[in-house]
């Protein structure tokens, strides 16, 4: 059963009624309804990357693009047919000056296309809870089937290969999964 998703700059995710998105700064945010944080979605294309894409080079990219020096903790890391995917967890002061420190649950994942990676950040105060775990746990969902939008990328409406990966990718994935 294909599952409905969600077009938004460039990529298609799992909708999710508990969740609002937007595009801003060229990234895609997205709010939970009635729990703390924000999710934001950044993509970097394949042809920009060295090759092959190692779990330790999709670190470096999001140690970067979070300005943190600490490792990350909480490290999942995984391979597919598409190359690595996996999680970690990050704590970086606040950007808003001297204060609380931000918890940041980040996922990545290698794509044909390029890499995508997702950034749920939360005041390390409010990270604990049910809505902070519906929430995380939400992030995960739809970081795990986020999908480049080939028509999006110039591919026809029609296009054979994204239907087939539409159709197909759920099942494929949830194979793939260890048991």
């Given at each position: 059963?294909?599952?409905?998703?969600?077009?938004?700059?460039?990529?298609?995710?799992?909708?999710?009624?508990?969740?609002?998105f937007s595009e801003r700064?060229?990234?895609?945010?997205?709010?939970?309804?009635?729990?703390p944080g924000s999710l934001?979605?950044?993509?970097?294309?394949?042809?920009?990357?060295?090759?092959?894409?190692?779990?330790?080079?999709?670190?470096?990219?999001?140690?970067?693009?979070?300005?943190?020096?600490?490792?990350?903790?909480?490290?999942?890391?995984?391979?597919?047919?598409?190359?690595?995917?996996?999680?970690?967890?990050?704590?970086?002061?606040?950007?808003?000056?001297?204060g609380e420190d931000e918890?940041?649950?980040?996922?990545?994942?290698?794509?044909?296309?390029?890499?995508?990676?997702?950034?749920?950040?939360?005041?390390?105060?409010?990270?604990?809870?049910?809505?902070?775990?519906?929430?995380?746990?939400?992030?995960?969902?739809?970081?795990?089937?986020?999908?480049?939008?080939?028509?999006?990328?110039?591919?026809?409406?029609?296009?054979?290969?994204?239907?087939?990966?539409?159709?197909?990718?759920?099942?494929?994935?949830?194979?793939?999964?260890?048991?």
């Amino acid at each position: 059963m294909k599952e409905p998703r969600l077009a938004i700059g460039g990529l298609l995710l799992p909708e999710s009624a508990a969740w609002t998105f937007s595009e801003r700064d060229g990234a895609i945010v997205g709010r939970p309804r009635g729990a703390p944080g924000s999710l934001q979605i950044l993509y970097v294309p394949q042809e920009t990357m060295p090759q092959p894409v190692t779990h330790e080079f999709c670190m470096t990219v999001m140690r970067l693009v979070l300005n943190v020096a600490s490792p990350a903790t909480h490290r999942e890391m995984k391979e597919s047919v598409c190359g690595p995917y996996g999680a970690a967890t990050f704590v970086r002061p606040t950007r808003r000056g001297p204060g609380e420190d931000e918890l940041i649950r980040a996922w990545y994942c290698d794509r044909p296309p390029g890499m995508i990676y997702g950034l749920y950040v939360c005041p390390k105060s409010l990270a604990h809870g049910p809505a902070y775990e519906q929430a995380s746990a939400a992030c995960a969902r739809i970081m795990s089937g986020v999908l480049f939008d080939r028509v999006a990328w110039g591919a026809a409406d029609d296009d054979a290969l994204t239907q087939v990966l539409l159709d197909n990718f759920d099942r494929v994935e949830n194979e793939a999964e260890p048991r």
